[in-house]
């Protein structure tokens, strides 16, 4: 039977950059609780990333931080297409990033990070679409108003905006983006600028990469992380019937729950109706000794 195969990288050994720990173990926390993705560390990635799992299924990993780990990449020093991390997504499965530009910066297992030439992400994740070097302000370049949800951006789910720190660069005029590039939000900057969006290398299907929440995530909310799960699991038939199998399972537990909380409630009513009906018949047992004296 077709499947998608989950799981959320996360190494307290390992730095991040915009997304805070606190943040991290949040999306953590929610991935493995309400969708049962297993946690891996920088070691298990490349075991997971080297699967070769059956002809239908996907395997998707939720990047709970925001700098790529030295173990999936064939340079640290400087990587390139032929990383375990790209050719992972060339495979058909999919990376889901927030926060910083992927492979701004290298992360060593001290707890250190190395910043890249920017060559770097232009080559193993932005091939044919980002030419010039991405503008590195310390603070958003667009506020949430001004970005735009696309059309497949909605029936993938997204809803809710956030203040965009890293557009995308000017575009080239009058090249069309590759096959493959599907924008899910964007914003105008003297022209339309993707903030969110797939990019299939193969230039067929919503695997690949997955770019969502360009900015600072000290915290991030229920709200921002069912969204990021709606993205996951709209994006092909398999997520969807994973997803709604997840909601018929958290309908249940919730039913039976309310059920425990009904039958729990009518004892006590039950106990209490006992309790008043003593309280009368001792009242008037009362009245009726003073009635008799």
Not at 6 to 33: E, H, L
Not at 58 to 63: A, G, N, P, W
Not at 161 to 168: I, M, Y
Not at 185 to 214: H, K
Request: aromatic share 10%.
């Amino acid at each position: 039977m077709s499947m998608l195969h989950g799981y959320v990288f996360y190494d307290n050994t390992y730095p991040s950059s915009w997304i805070s720990k606190k943040a991290s173990r949040k999306i953590v926390k929610f991935f493995n609780t309400q969708y049962n993705f297993k946690k891996v560390n920088a070691k298990e990635l490349v075991d997971v990333m080297k699967q070769t799992p059956e002809s239908s299924a996907e395997i998707v990993v939720v990047f709970s931080q925001d700098i790529v780990p030295d173990t999936v990449v064939d340079t640290p020093a400087s990587p390139t297409p032929n990383s375990l991390v790209r050719q992972f997504m060339n495979q058909g499965n999919t990376i889901i990033w927030l926060g910083d530009i992927p492979l701004l910066h290298i992360g060593m297992a001290n707890g250190s990070k190395k910043l890249l030439p920017s060559s770097v992400y232009k080559t193993v994740f932005y091939p044919k679409v980002v030419t010039a070097d991405f503008p590195l302000p310390n603070s958003s370049l667009v506020s949430m108003d001004n970005v735009r949800i696309t059309a497949l951006g909605s029936q993938l789910g997204l809803r809710k905006r956030w203040d965009s720190w890293r557009p995308l660069p000017q575009p080239q005029p009058n090249i069309p983006p590759p096959s493959g590039f599907y924008p899910l939000a964007q914003c105008f900057i003297s022209n339309l600028r993707p903030v969110s969006y797939i990019y299939n290398y193969t230039g067929n299907g919503l695997t690949g990469f997955v770019r969502i929440y360009d900015c600072k995530l000290d915290e991030i909310s229920q709200e921002f992380l069912e969204q990021l799960a709606d993205l996951i699991f709209h994006r092909n038939p398999i997520g969807m019937r994973m997803g709604l199998e997840n909601i018929r399972e958290r309908i249940k537990i919730l039913s039976e729950k309310l059920e425990a909380r009904f039958q729990a409630t009518k004892s006590d009513m039950e106990a209490i109706g006992g309790s008043i009906a003593q309280v009368r018949d001792t009242l008037l047992e009362i009245k009726k000794t003073k009635k008799d004296s």
